[in-house]
T-cell receptor, first 112, second 111 residues
Framework: GDSVTQMEGPVTLSEEAFLTINCTYT??????LFWYVQYPGEGLQLLLK?????DKGSNKGFEATYRKETTSFHLEKGSVQVSDSAVYFC???????????FGTGTKLQVIP | DAGVIQSPRHEVTEMGQEVTLRCKPI?????LFWYRQTMMRGLELLIY????????DSGMPEDRFSAKMPNASFSTLKIQPSEPRDSAVYFC?????????FGPGTRLTVL
């Protein structure tokens, strides 16, 4: 079935460091791909998305490129801030009815 | 738009009691999802509706769990009787065009 695999956390970085969180998805169909972010005590929020191969989603300095050849959608940011500390979920749509399959989440901690 | 609204935000109850969680999706969204999040199991999809009709409830853990969506603007998730292992954060989410919006969650503690 549809699944998403993302790197285990936690990831600890110093402020202004470069961030990469790896994500791969099962290659069934032509899914839309998403990154969601969850700040402490809150629900998940859509961070960015890409709907077809080679699309780049971007928001708040974060970017991810839909790579069909490697079935990947890695999240990157050039310079992280303390305020980016959160849990990041990679996801793909699966089946109809806008159902989304989520990865297990990667916790990011940014230290000053 | 107020976003997805959930109530209560926090619920503390004793084992064996009935618990009802409520959700108001974003107006115009035709899909609604109930998730449960715990440290041990992460984010689990319990059930989802499309146009108020339950589509897949295979994630509902036991018969003690039930969900309804009587109209497009309201859904409930009920646990009867509740058990300590049901303690978790329960999220409601809604979607229309593929982007899913989550509510703030209900933190349930069953003593």
């Amino acid at each position: 079935g549809d699944s998403v695999t993302q790197m285990e956390g936690p990831v600890t970085l110093s402020e202004e460091a470069f961030l990469t969180i790896n994500c791969t998805y099962t290659a069934t169909g032509y899914p839309s791909l998403f990154w969601y972010v969850q700040y402490p005590g809150e629900g998940l929020q859509l961070l960015l998305k890409a709907t077809k191969a080679d699309d780049k989603g971007s928001n708040k300095g974060f970017e991810a490129t839909y790579r069909k050849e490697t079935t990947s959608f890695h999240l990157e940011k050039g310079s992280v801030q303390v305020s980016d500390s959160a849990v990041y979920f990679c996801a793909r749509d699966s089946g109809g009815y806008q159902k989304v399959t989520f990865g297990t989440g990667t916790k990011l901690q940014v230290i000053p | 738009d107020a976003g997805v609204i959930q109530s209560p935000r926090h619920e503390v109850t004793e084992m064996g009691q009935e618990v009802t969680l409520r959700c108001k999706p974003i107006s115009g969204h035709n899909s609604l999802f109930w998730y449960r999040q715990t440290m041990m199991r992460g984010l689990e999809l319990l059930i989802y509706f499309n146009n108020n009709v339950p589509i897949d409830d295979s994630g509902m853990p036991e018969d003690r769990f039930s969900a309804k969506m009587p109209n497009a603007s309201f859904s409930t998730l009920k646990i009867q009787p509740s058990e300590p292992r049901d303690s978790a954060v329960y999220f409601c989410a809604s979607s229309y065009s593929g982007d899913t919006f989550f509510g703030p969650g209900t933190r349930l503690t069953v003593l």
